[in-house]
């Protein structure tokens, strides 16, 4: 069973899928089955081992910020309407967070590299967060762009020579993966709400900022992740079943995460020459 646990594939696709699936569908009648997102990657780290608060290292600051997303998110949906200025909000909380989660890597740096570095990667998250929350009251869109945001930086991690980060964003890919499934077979009565939109785009977002720190992931792949939410918004088929509008929207969202993948496979093969 160990052997089993320890699997790879396990930790970062099969287990998240399954803890998403059962998160979401035990939690629809409360309208929290967006929880989903974090329920899966929480499950990565329990099974990666690396569920720990000592030393707070960058790493360990990424996956605090990432379990926190799915409470607040779920505290909003909760507890608050969202507003046209929820989703700027939350992006701006979540890029200064950013720069809180990576000062041990920025600090290091010389002043204007500092600052630049910090600039770029506060103003990726809070651009990533603010567009995916948007879309919280959109189940289809929003679980397209989570899936694709999650498998999109996993795989980009991975090229960029990241396999921890790596593992977390398939996971978290995986978890999205689950929830959409559900709303395919029920339609849009599962709803994502703030809290799905928030947990896959702020793990998304620090992951792929940690990869490009701490790693050797490019600025380019993380641009073309970038625009995985504004990719999701284009038309879908009218009148169309949930399940045949959740096709049209991931492949959407899948096009610019394969770019950013394409990219960092590039940058890795340019590196290696």
Known sequence: MKDLLANPVVQSGVAPFAAGLAVAGLLIPLRLAGLAAGAGFLAAVWLIGNFGFAPLTAT????????????????????????????????AIFGAAAIWAFWSVLSQKDLPQGLVA????????????????????????????????????????????????????????????????????????????????????????????????????????????????????????????AWLQAIVASIYSLAPAGAACFLAWQAGRGAGA
């Open 60 to 91: 360990r600051r990424i996956v605090v910020l990432a379990l926190a997303a799915p409470v607040l998110g779920a505290l909003a949906d909760l507890a608050f309407r969202p507003t046209r200025a929820t989703a700027p909000a939350l992006g």
């Open 118 to 241: 910090a600039a770029g990667v506060a103003a990726l998250v809070a651009w990533i967060v603010a567009f995916t929350a948007s879309l919280q009251g959109d189940s289809v869109r929003a679980a397209a762009a989570g899936l694709a945001l999650g498998v999109g930086t996993g795989v980009a991690a991975v090229l960029g020579a990241s396999a921890l980060l790596g593992q977390y964003g398939l996971a978290l890919g995986s978890a999205c993966g689950a929830f959409l499934l559900l709303v395919m077979v029920l339609g849009r009565r599962v709803a994502a709400g703030t809290t799905l939109a928030l947990s896959a785009s702020v793990a998304a977002s620090l992951l792929g900022a940690g990869a490009l720190l701490l790693a050797q992931l490019p600025w380019t792949a993380l641009a073309a992740l970038a625009l995985v939410p504004v990719a999701v918004r284009l038309p879908l088929p009218e009148k169309s079943p």
